[in-house]
């Protein structure tokens, strides 16, 4: 214990239902069921371990974590610990009134997603109509009633070009700031690459647009942004560094170092029904299994950035590479880095075809 950092954060997945079916969604293919969730006593069993351990901020996700009922008590036990609370959300599901109880219950901050800022993209891109005025009205709601909000939107090749809009809007929402996500190809995300991959002169332009708008509106808005992988020379340090900052349990309770780590073969999660979260995080086998620079091999063992990036996402090298245990294949070290410019440019040049939604062969 003495020599493994606290976490700081974590993801409590409360739910895998969600209203929306956005094509880019990064949980897994196999979702938890309703009836496999973590009861209430339990996870406030598992948050109270969380503060002792060292958490201070607790993102309440899914799904849609808003469809819990019991999502009032998660909130007051969080704001009892001291813990951090930000609710993330699509809105829908919400309104004022609950937003309103969850307030009082010590919610402390509201990350909303949008899918674009027209409505009929809104919609495709979702598997909803009408969200965009529904998301309109639950932003204004969170500002009205004094909570600071984050406006998120997940970026692909279909809504690329409304970046600046997005920005925008969050500046006429009252948000503090805008989170330009780029799609991340893990999970359900994976079966709709092709249709969700921008050109590289699109990811360019994005990236000078973000550039321009920070600089333009520093003293207006934060605008964070997690560039798109493919096109790029680094690796991102993800989730910080295996094991090092943060933790994800799942509605049915594993606990898992990042959200897609269930898609690495052969790891061994352990469960919140089973082991305290002081356990899971110091002695479990999937924690300890990328943990530090101890399992690296060639190029990153012998790298001046093993500790800056970790040797990048075990998800995307298990994804391209074949194996958790090689260099992100986003590194321009590896020796498969050409691979993904290939795949990308290969993908982005495919015409643009109907999504694959989950839970059907719908197509809109
Ligand atoms: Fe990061 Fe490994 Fe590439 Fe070095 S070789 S930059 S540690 S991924
Ligand atoms: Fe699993 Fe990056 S998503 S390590």
């Not at 550039?211 to 989730?239: F, G, S």
Request: with cysteine; proline share 5%.
């Amino acid at each position: 214990m003495t020599a493994i950092a606290a976490p700081i954060g974590m993801l409590a997945e409360l739910t895998h239902r969600c209203p929306l079916h956005c094509p880019y969604c990064s949980n897994p293919i196999e979702l938890d069921k309703r009836s496999a969730e973590l009861e209430t006593g339990t996870w406030l069993r598992v948050l109270s371990e969380a503060a002792r351990l060292g958490v201070v901020q607790v993102h309440l996700s899914g799904g849609e974590p808003t469809a819990r009922k019991d999502l009032e008590a998660i909130v007051r036990h969080c704001a009892g610990l001291g813990i951090y609370s930000n609710l993330i959300t699509s809105g829908i599901g919400l309104d004022e009134r609950r937003l309103t109880t969850l307030v009082e219950a010590g919610l402390d901050h509201v990350q909303l997603s949008f899918q674009a800022t027209t409505p009929e993209m809104n919609d495709l891109i979702g598997g909803l109509g009408g969200s965009l005025s529904y998301k309109l009205k639950i932003a204004a709601a969170v500002t009205r009633l004094g909570i600071p909000l984050t406006v998120n939107a997940v970026i692909h090749r279909r809504n690329i070009a409304q970046i600046e809009d997005f920005v925008r809007l969050a500046i006429r929402l009252s948000a503090r700031r805008v989170e330009i996500a780029h799609a991340q190809y893990y999970g359900w995300a994976l079966k709709n690459r092709a249709n969700l991959m921008p050109t590289r002169e699109e990811t360019v332009a994005a990236v000078a647009t973000v550039t321009r708008l920070r600089e333009e509106l520093k003293n207006v808005i934060v605008i964070d942004a997690v560039i798109p992988d493919y096109y790029a020379r680094y690796p991102k340090a993800c989730m910080g560094g295996w094991a090092r900052q943060s933790l994800n349990v799942t509605p049915s309770g594993k606990v898992l170092p990042c959200h897609a780590a269930e898609t690495i073969p052969d790891l061994e999660f352990w469960t919140v029904r089973d082991k305290s979260l002081a356990d899971i995080w110091c002695d479990s086998p999937a924690f300890n299994a990328f943990r530090g620079t101890g399992w690296m091999r060639e190029p990153c063992r012998s790298c001046e950035r093993r500790e800056i990036d970790w040797g990048g996402c075990r998800c995307q090298a298990l994804a391209v590479a074949g194996s958790a245990l090689e260099a992100d294949p986003v590194c321009q070290k590896s020796p498969i880095h050409d691979r993904m410019a290939a795949i990308a440019a290969a993908e982005a040049a495919q015409p643009l075809r109907g999504y694959q939604y989950r839970g059907s062969a719908k197509r809109l």
